[in-house]
C-alpha cells in the first residue's frame, strides 16, 4: 500500500504541469474486477472473482493520447482441481498500465475513446490456499508465483463532462508460476472502472 501512495502521489504531482499541454487531464479512479486464472491443462477450470481497485491517471494528447495509470489491484482466482479440490491464490498488486489510446468523438462534453497497451504488475502480497491440493500440484508456497506480471489491456471509454467511464480486458501475458514444472497459469481480468478529471 505504501508503493501505491507513493506512485499516486508521483502521478498527482503533476497537476502542477503548464494546463497548456494539449489534451491533459489528471485524476482519481475506482474500479471493479472480474478475476478468472487460465490454465493451460484442461481438467484445471476456474471461477471469475470479483475485486476492486483504486489509482490514478494521467492522459495527455487529444485525437491520439497517451495514459499513464497506477492502480492498487486483486487478482487471482480459485483454481479447480478435477477430482482433487481447489486453491485460491490472491495476488495483491501494483498494476501500471501505459496505454495509447485514439478519440474518434472528441466533442468537449462528450468523447468516445479507444485504447491499448502494455502493463505491468508488481506483486506486494501473495496468499495461497491450501499451500498443497495434491502431491504432483506445482504450487506448493507464495515462492511459486512471480514477484512481476506482464499483461495487455485493451478496451473502450466515454467521458462526459468530468466523468472518465472506461471498459477494459487484461490478457495476461506471462505465466505467473515460476516453478520448474511445465505448467502454465495466467490470470485475465475484465475491468470496469470510474474516474474524474481533476484537470
Known amino acids: 500500500m505504501k508503493k501505491l501512495v507513493v506512485l499516486c502521489s508521483l502521478l498527482l504531482a503533476f497537476g502542477t504541469v503548464p494546463a497548456q499541454i494539449p489534451g491533459f487531464s489528471i485524476g482519481p479512479k475506482?474500479?471493479?474486477?472480474?478475476n478468472r486464472l487460465t490454465s493451460d491443462i484442461d481438467s484445471i477450470t476456474s471461477d471469475p472473482e470479483g475485486s476492486f481497485q483504486v489509482g490514478?491517471?494521467?492522459?495527455?494528447?487529444?485525437?491520439?493520447?497517451?495514459?499513464?495509470?497506477v492502480s492498487y489491484v486483486i487478482k487471482g482466482g480459485s483454481v479447480n482441481i478435477r477430482n482433487f479440490g481447489v486453491q485460491e491464490i490472491t495476488l495483491k498488486t501494483i498494476t501500471v498500465p501505459m496505454l495509447v489510446g485514439?478519440?474518434?468523438?472528441?466533442?468537449g462534453i462528450f468523447?468516445?475513446?479507444?485504447?491499448?497497451?502494455?502493463?505491468?504488475?508488481?506483486?506486494?502480497?501473495k496468499s495461497i490456499k491450501p499451500g498443497e491440493?495434491?502431491?504432483?500440484?506445482?504450487?506448493?508456497s507464495a515462492g511459486d508465483i512471480k514477484d512481476a506480471i506482464w499483461s495487455f489491456?485493451?478496451?473502450a471509454g466515454v467521458?462526459?463532462?468530468l466523468m472518465?467511464?472506461?471498459v477494459r480486458y487484461e490478457i495476461g501475458v506471462d505465466n505467473i508460476y515460476t516453478g520448474e514444472s511445465d505448467f502454465g497459469l495466467r490470470n485475465n481480468l475484465l475491468n470496469i472502472s470510474l474516474g474524474i478529471k481533476l484537470l
Open 30 to 34: 475506482i474500479g471493479y474486477n472480474s
Open 56 to 69: 490514478a491517471f494521467i492522459r495527455i494528447g487529444k485525437k491520439v493520447y497517451f495514459q499513464p495509470e
Open 102 to 107: 485514439v478519440r474518434p468523438i472528441n466533442a
Open 111 to 125: 468523447n468516445l475513446r479507444f485504447m491499448a497497451g502494455p502493463t505491468m504488475s508488481f506483486v506486494s502480497g
Open 133 to 140: 491440493v495434491i502431491e504432483s500440484w506445482p504450487i506448493k
Open 153 to 155: 489491456q485493451m478496451g
Open 159 to 161: 467521458d462526459l463532462f
Open 164 to 166: 472518465t467511464i472506461d
